[in-house]
């Protein structure tokens, strides 16, 4: 106790750290977000270059009509995804809300039962799309050629078998990064994209099984990274368990409250893209949309897609953690990090695109189809400005769905991929040709622009002057710095620092001795814990820790990415007679009214309350 007495005085504040703990302090959290989007990103790219490679294969040696074919399926695909995809959002979200309240029972009853749903939800839509294939086709295109037709008919029912494999593919992946296995889903695209390539060209050089062998060839490529991913479960230490004897429907309305909110961007693309195509079609016929194909749906755009997907789905599962652990000046970091690494990213994209655009669309056509050609580079073009106009409301609409907003995440989805593209593209379309097309794609991506300030302006009835002014919380969310004290943590000096100012804190708050006494203790033995035995020899690791007093909530959250340590399993696993041993460890556990334990993102977090 006489180091805690002799703590000097003065008025330390809740977030009282030095210079160098306020320049690092964000760095434990940055780095997770920074990791993860740059796999996220990486995947994805992988992931959806599998598109770009039936593309290409189908416009070199299958001709335009197949690419157009594409172009008619592509609606329907989308949309059978968003369908089958929704649960896959909403399971995240849930999952890493629960994964930052260290609640690992909840996580895999969710994910158990969410397995269950999604496997027997995508068998009924694949039977859906193999089925009624035929009518969608008849009243969606009538106006396109029989082979069109056909071939545009042999690729949907082919693809309808690939949501069998799809139904647990993207909900596994989704969930490793939080099982600290993130990499796998990198892996598991590229088998994707490499046995999509080598299906394709067997197809057709060997098979010649024209547009329905080439769905087949995906529906293979599917399989292999399903077998892939469920080696995850092989690996020792996995905290994802499937608990058949543990279902509960009643999380299922809440998944889908949230991952409406997630696949609400693919939806009203999906309807934004069938708009177009009928525009199109009666402004130019099929030529019109085998280049907006080309541009688009799974050719050039390929990686602006990927980059606003990685943007929402990082964001998202990230804020969600934030939010869990109830952190306002986390979230705007989330915030601040999702804006800056997705423009910079697509910057880099854009000027890529816009500079190359007519080389990049040949790569998906024949030699004798310079017109559509010469369209598509136009329509990449206006679609680069479109989207710098947007990306940042993808960052936005991401925080809102890790924090709860669902139904606001509808009406910008809504609104900036649905309804202001479609409108704007059909109006100025219909009444000027091709020009207005192009010239509604630039008014809808300032309209979504917009929104990024309207929204959170109504809500917090002010206008958004600075990051913080995006966030839309509730009051009683954010707390007050007379609420909590933070430190970040390198050495047993800083340990000791913090768990003396902590001491002080609760001293000045008025707090009973016990609880002053035994915070100070926490601090010192399990952030000390870490530092001396989580690093290593070669150290560089860093403990944060919160000290949170308010209202009846009286707890600690101490995060580091150091080795993995339960300390309440420890404890049970090294029990002895000896009243001395682990005593540090024994003192805590026996104080504390819940300790709670889980590491996701390669980072250790650890719930002491009182």
């Not at 939800?121 to 009243?139: D, E, I, K, N, R």
């Not at 394709?200 to 062998?213: K, S």
């Not at 889908?256 to 934004?272: D, F």
Request: aromatic content about 10%; hydrophobic content about 50%; overall charge neutral.
């Amino acid at each position: 106790m006489k180091r805690w007495q002799k703590a000097e005085g003065g008025n330390i504040c809740a977030m009282n750290k030095d210079k160098r703990m306020d320049k690092n302090e964000a760095q434990l959290g940055d780095g997770v977000f920074k990791k993860m989007f740059l796999v996220t990103l990486a995947g994805m790219i992988v992931s959806l270059l599998t598109n770009v490679v039936d593309s290409i294969v189908t416009g070199q040696f299958l001709g335009s009509k197949a690419v157009a074919a594409m172009g008619m399926v592509a609606p329907v695909i989308t949309l059978s995804n968003v369908v089958t995809g929704f649960l896959v959002v909403g399971t995240s979200q849930l999952c890493a809300r629960n994964f930052g309240k260290a609640n690992l029972r909840k996580v895999n009853q969710i994910f158990s039962t969410m397995t269950v749903c999604s496997f027997l939800l995508c068998t009924l839509v694949g039977a859906a799309v193999f089925f009624l294939s035929p009518h969608y086709l008849a009243a969606a295109a009538g106006v396109a050629d029989a082979e069109t037709l056909r071939m545009s008919l042999d690729y949907l029912q082919g693809y309808a078998f690939f949501l069998l494999p799809m139904s647990l593919v993207p909900l596994l992946s989704s969930l490793m990064a939080l099982d600290n296995d993130q990499k796998r889903s990198l892996v598991c695209a590229w088998i994707v994209l490499i046995s999509d390539v080598v299906l394709d060209l067997l197809n057709v050089f060997v098979f010649h099984g024209g547009m329905l062998g080439m769905a087949l060839a995906t529906v293979f490529s599917g399989c292999l990274a399903l077998f892939w991913l469920l080696l995850h479960f092989r690996q020792p230490g996995h905290l994802l368990e499937f608990t058949p004897h543990d279902l509960y429907l009643g999380d299922l309305g809440a998944v889908l409250a949230y991952g409406m909110a997630g696949i609400m961007p693919m939806l009203m693309i999906s309807l934004n893209n069938l708009c177009i195509n009928l525009v199109l079609l009666r402004i130019d016929g099929t030529d019109a949309v085998a280049a907006w194909f080309v541009a688009g749906g799974a050719g050039a755009f390929c990686l602006v897609f990927s980059l606003i997907g990685s943007v929402q789905g990082t964001t998202e599962i990230v804020a969600g953690l934030a939010y869990g652990e109830e952190d306002a000046s986390g979230l705007e970091r989330v915030l601040k990090n999702s804006l800056s690494l997705s423009c910079r990213a697509y910057l880099a994209m854009g000027l890529i695109l816009f500079a190359f655009a007519h080389p990049i669309a040949g790569i998906f056509l024949d030699g004798s189809s310079a017109g559509i050609q010469q369209m598509a580079a136009t329509f990449i073009r206006f679609m680069t400005l479109q989207y710098a106009m947007t990306i940042a409301c993808y960052s936005l609409t991401g925080i809102l769905a890790g924090t709860g907003h669902v139904r606001l995440n509808y009406i910008f989805s809504l609104l900036r991929d649905g309804i202001f593209p479609s409108l704007c593209v059909a109006a100025l379309g219909l009444m000027l040709g091709l020009p207005g097309v192009y010239a509604g794609l630039l008014l809808s991506g300032a309209l979504s622009l917009c929104l990024v300030f309207l929204i959170p302006g109504l809500m917090n009835r002010k206008f958004p002057r600075r990051l913080r002014d995006l966030l839309i919380l509730p009051e009683s969310f954010a707390l007050l710095p007379s609420e909590c004290f933070e430190a970040t943590v390198y050495s047993m000096e800083d340990v000791v620092k913090a768990s003396e100012q902590a001491y002080k804190f609760c001293r000045d708050k008025g707090e009973k001795a016990r609880t002053t006494y035994s915070f100070a203790l926490f601090i010192e033995e399990m952030a000390g814990n870490a530092v001396t035995h989580g690093f290593g020899e070669e150290g560089g690791g860093r403990v944060e820790v919160k000290l949170i007093l308010k209202e009846e909530k009286r707890m600690i959250r101490l995060k580091d990415n150091g080795k993995p340590f339960d300390p309440v399993e420890w404890l049970e696993k090294n029990r002895s007679k000896d009243p001395l041993r682990n005593l540090g460890i024994r003192m805590v556990v026996a104080r504390a009214k819940e300790v709670q334990y889980i590491r996701t993102m390669e980072i250790n977090h650890l719930i002491i309350s009182l």
